[in-house]
């Protein structure tokens, strides 16, 4: 490997890729992908691992995902220059689709007039159909109810575009014409990929391009095994849920995480079987990236010049078991299924906070809930459904600072919708989009602060999802004597009555008037309070998110005016 070399492929490789990201950003139509950006774009080898991949737009953690499950419904002679390969069908990809609400492309990439590579992308639909608006609510149990599945085909062959695909699509969303929108965005910046592709292949030449993607992805193995290298030896556990509601009981999350070296393997044997509710997603018998986010989050932490590629993948091993509600079977729901990665992704830093010494950080609040919105703009009944806010609580604390307000790791890539952009799109006014003062939990290292949200209805006759909203009972924990972080909210105010309490919201109808108001959980603190120093608690209280009466109480640090009054900080903390 030349180090020189293969550190040029792999910034070209990223460049073509933002650039195509980029390109399907500013020319998507629905709200969730041109605001929030649940998509992305990436080129992937004939094996089907991504080695070129954005990092700067649409969702970035992509780190040894492949799409072989999609490619080997196609044999290589099917294939032909200006194909585009569609599916959304989780079960016969083998979860490269992890949701039906997620629409996945390819398009095979001929150099010099041989199969070279694949374009790929994918955008989360805001509607294809089912039983509710926006196709997703927590409590589907079949995914018959969740809408249109398409089998892996052909969108395109040879530049033509199956006309039949298309209709099913606008005939079976309620706002079929704007994802279709959406699909042509992504194809477009598929097609910049095969041309930037082809010029990269006329300068280097094929035999360069294909030794650029070896030693890329051999690169980021050997980054990748260092990382893991550093981890203590030896075998770790932990468990956590998904709090059950009237219709179910507590869904268990057990991880088992082994380091051998440069090795790791994580099994999640003994957590709870698939269930009748759309918290479900499937992984296949392959290692799959839903499994394994904590590390390779962790092993991007320690090299944060790795290229994300395929290669980060090598020297791990994950599975679940066939069956369990992280490796389900047909025909189970997944709407929801990201709230069972987000607890598989707490279990699994709960096991690599024992392999570092120290640990690394606190439990984080998660995606609180990503709001869904349909309403009747006319008489004819006919809905409009459009994503509002990808609504996230704070991030643990960690090992050598406080967690991020608003915005957990896993998550960070959802983008919250501008208010001007909302209320523009949809018949809702933002009464309130804020954090919340006190609401992280407390540590050396304090959590990263709840989010507030209210939401006026003014439509006659509208309708309201919320997905990944969880946390009212078990707070996110936290570490080494930090305080577990703060628990979500719902709520309704109607005209002319008391606010009442809604809990998990699966559809809520709203009348125009009413007001929802909901509060995410928050990040559990890292560490012993007392051990605050007492600046960062001073900085708090005067960015009013703590009362001068918890910083004594909680953290024993007396504010006086606008400083720390040291003698009664010092008496305070050595009386305890």
């Not at 809905?383 to 967690?403: K, L, M």
Request: with cysteine; net charge negative; hydrophobic share 40%.
């Amino acid at each position: 490997m030349d180090p020189v070399q293969t550190e040029i492929m792999k910034n070209r490789f990223s460049a073509m890729a933002e650039e195509a990201a980029t390109l399907a950003y500013r020319t998507a139509h629905t709200t969730f992908v041109k605001q929030t950006q649940d998509f992305q774009v990436a080129v992937a080898d004939l094996d089907g691992y991504f080695f070129a991949y954005p990092m700067q737009t649409g969702v970035v953690t992509g780190s040894g995902q492949t799409i072989a499950g999609l490619l080997k419904h196609f044999c290589a002679e099917q294939l032909r220059p200006g194909d585009v390969l569609i599916s959304n069908d989780p079960f016969r990809t083998d979860g490269v689709v992890t949701h039906m609400m997620d629409i996945h492309m390819a398009r095979p990439i001929f150099v010099d007039g041989r199969l070279a590579c694949f374009a790929w992308s994918f955008i989360h639909a805001s509607d294809i159909g089912g039983a509710v608006p926006g196709s997703i609510s927590p409590d589907l149990y079949e995914c018959f109810q969740e809408g249109l599945r398409i089998r892996p085909k052909k969108l395109v062959e040879a530049g033509r575009l199956n006309q039949d695909i298309v209709d099913i699509l606008h005939d079976n969303s309620r706002i079929g014409e704007t994802i279709w929108g959406d699909l042509e965005a992504m194809m477009a910046a598929m097609r910049l990929l095969d041309r930037r592709i082809n010029e990269l292949c006329e300068k280097v030449g094929r035999a360069g391009f294909e030794q650029g993607v070896a030693d890329v992805m051999a690169y980021a193995e050997m980054k990748a095994r260092r990382a893991i290298s550093g981890l203590t030896d030896g075998q770790y556990s932990f468990a956590d849920r998904i709090e059950g509601d009237q219709n179910g009981a507590d869904i268990e999350f057990r991880c088992r995480l082994t380091i051998r070296g440069d090795e790791a393997e994580i099994d999640y044997d003994g957590s709870s079987p698939q269930v009748r509710a759309a918290f479900n997603f499937t992984t296949g018998d392959r290692t799959h990236p839903f499994l394994c986010l904590a590390l390779t989050h962790y092993i991007h932490t320690v090299e944060p010049d790795i290229p994300v590629n395929g290669g980060i993948m090598r020297p791990i091993r994950a599975r679940a078991p066939r069956g369990s509600v992280m490796n389900a079977t047909f025909p189970a729901a997944m709407g929801n299924r990201f709230v069972a990665v987000m607890r598989s992704y707490d279990t699994l830093m709960g096991c690599l906070n024992q392999a570092v010494p120290g640990g690394i950080v606190a439990c984080g609040a998660g995606q609180a809930g990503i709001i869904s919105y349909a309403w009747s703009p006319s008489g004819d009944g006919r809905q409009r459904v459009a994503v509002v806010e990808p609504f996230s609580g704070g991030s643990g604390g960690r090992v050598r600072g406080d967690g991020v307000d608003a915005s957990d790791t896993m998550i960070a890539v959802l983008k919250s919708a501008p208010v001007e952009h909302v209320e523009s799109e949809m018949p809702l006014i933002v009464r309130r989009h804020d954090l919340v003062a006190g609401s992280f939990g407390h540590g050396r290292f304090r959590g990263g602060a709840s989010v507030a949200i209210a939401l006026e209805n003014r439509a006659p006759d509208a309708a309201i999802t919320v997905r990944g909203l969880d946390r009212f009972r078990c707070r996110p924990w936290g570490v080494a004597g930090g305080t577990p972080g703060g628990n979500s909210l719902a709520e309704i105010d109607a005209p002319g009555q008391a606010s009442r309490t809604v809990g998990r919201i699966k559809v809520l109808h709203l009348r125009a008037g009413d007001v929802l108001r909901m509060r995410s959980s928050s990040g559990g603190g890292f560490g012993d309070p007392f051990e605050r120093e007492p600046d960062r608690v001073l900085r708090d209280v005067l960015d009013e998110l703590l009362s001068r009466e918890d910083a004594e109480t909680i953290y024993g640090v007396k504010i006086d005016g606008d400083r720390v009054d040291g003698a009664v900080t010092q008496r305070l903390r050595a009386a305890r």
